[in-house]
């Protein structure tokens, strides 16, 4: 199964790149996973980022979640 994750260069203090990627966290810490990159830009939208922003600074990686058997 596939997921996307949000990273990003740009912290909190404004400061590009020094600390390397950030990733969008979940409520529990974990980097939060999409269905697809829209559903990820949708939910940045939706929580104040615009899309210029997100253009600019917003990476989307690819991931495989394994199956569990």
Known sequence: MTK???KTLMCNDGVVGINGYQ???DDEGYAKRFDSKD???KFLLDN???ID???EWVEF???E???ET
């Open 4 to 6: 996307v994750v949000c």
């Open 23 to 25: 990733y969008l966290l």
């Open 39 to 41: 559903s990820a830009v």
């Open 48 to 50: 104040g980022e615009d």
């Open 53 to 55: 922003w997100i253009e």
């Open 61 to 63: 990686e690819t991931i």
């Open 65 to 67: 979640k394994r199956k």
